[in-house]
Each structure stands twice: as C-alpha cells, then as structure tokens.
C-alpha cells in the first residue's frame, strides 16, 4: 500500500509526541548523534555562538531541541514539509535565534533557505526521500567548507538478526501503540517497511561518500536500537 508519507505526519501531529515519549531513549538518541557532529565552535566553551545551522525534517521539534543543547548559542534554521508537525513545534518556547520554515527537503533554495551552513541535522529524514540523492547533493553544496552533515535513522547494520528485532518490534509494539494513540496504524506500517527497504547504514555511508562527503564516521545506538538505529556524520572537504 502506497500512502502519503506528508499527510501522515500531518494527521499524526497532534499525538506524535506522545507516542515517542513513550518510546526508551528515543529523545536521549537524537542528542547523542547532535553530539556526535563535533560541532565547530562547541567545545571550546563558546557554545556555538556564530554558527548557523539547518535542522531538515525537524517534525515536532525533538530534533531542534538536541540540537539546542549540543550547541546553545547557535542559530537553528529548523525545516519540515508537514504543516502539522511544524504548528506542533512552534507551540513550544523557543529562542529568537531559532526558526521554523514549512518547506520539502528538495525545495530549500525557493523557501529561501539558503547556506552556507557550519552544520546540517537530518534526522529521520533520508530514509523518508522519494529520491535522497538530490537532496544530499543539495545539502552537500549548501554546508560550508569543512561543516558536518549527520544524517540520524533507522538504518539496519545488514544483520538477519537486525531484521528481525526490527519486525518482531514493529508489530509487537510500534504499529499497535502507534493505531492506540494516533487512531492510525498506516504510518507505522509504513515505518516498518520503509526500514527494511532502506540502505543498510554500510550502504548509505557509500551514498554519503559517493556525493563527495569525506570523513565517514558510523555509530550505533544503545539498547534494542543497536544495530538499528544509527548516526552516520560526514563532513564537506576543507
């Protein structure tokens, strides 16, 4: 079944943060890879300051607010091209330094959004791409010399063991809690699907690499997501 991944979302706005609250270490794990970015300017006390960053598909806000954290003073451009999920995000308390644009990944120039950028988010994002290779060599072009791109996903490590803890998860748990608490189970199915379709994270690291990103580095996640659920960041060459 082909659904509309955009409307999804949108429907699923309104309770979507309930559902991930729910899930173990969901929020723990976007903070851990915006850590991972070994932003320029963080470590050494500054906080960010000067730094402009791009949160793409930045859904209800979770992945903004990893990205506040690993970098306080910076300035956060957050894009996502569901309505819904963006008027979620924008409920919240944000610093003036951090906006919303409504937007698709393969539209950022004509919503004027625009680098160069000293970092890119994209969490959850790449697997969801009716075609990522555009949209990477797009972000590839937008991120300054020698900035950080982390992509943040569910990509399996290539494992028939992977595999099956992602299924026997999805339907023991996700689709189910995702049909209580949204009212909706398509989504979820299609989330389960759409990780088993997807590059293994050896597979997107090539991707990166094939746009002329350098420095490919590959982390996991701990608990049940280990193997599942990764941080690949690559930089642009200085």
């Not at 309770?15 to 070994?38: I, K």
């Not at 890119?120 to 590839?140: E, H, K, Q, S, T």
């Not at 028939?160 to 992602?166: E, G, K, L, P």
């Amino acid at each position: 079944m082909t659904i509309d991944v955009t409307s999804e979302f949108d429907a699923a706005a309104a309770s979507y943060d309930r559902l991930v609250a729910a899930s173990p270490g969901y929020h723990a794990n976007l903070a851990r890879s915006a850590r991972r970015m070994q932003l320029p300017g963080v470590r050494n006390g500054s906080g960010g300051a000067g730094l402009h960053l791009l949160d793409l598909g930045c859904g209800t806000g979770a992945s903004t607010l990893a990205l506040l954290a690993a970098a306080p003073q910076a300035r956060i451009t957050a894009v996502d091209a569901s309505a819904g999920m963006l008027a979620k995000a924008r409920q919240a308390d944000w610093p003036a330094r951090v906006s919303f644009v409504h937007a698709r990944a393969e539209e950022l120039a004509a919503a004027g959004v625009n680098g160069p950028f000293d970092g890119i988010f994209a969490a959850y994002l790449v697997r969801n791409l009716p075609d990522p290779d555009p949209v990477l060599a797009g972000l590839r072009a937008a991120l300054a010399p020698g900035a950080p791109l982390a992509v943040h996903d569910y990509a399996l490590d290539g494992r028939v063991r992977s595999r099956a803890i992602w299924t026997a998860v999805c339907w023991s748990v996700i689709i189910p809690a995702g049909k209580v608490v949204t009212g909706r189970a398509g989504l979820y199915r299609y989330l389960w699907r759409s990780v088993l379709r997807f590059d293994t994270v050896e597979a997107l690291a090539t991707r990166l690499r094939g746009h002329g990103l350098v420095d490919t580095r590959i982390a996991t996640m701990p608990g049940w997501e280990r193997g599942i659920v990764h941080t690949l960041v690559a930089r642009r060459p200085a």
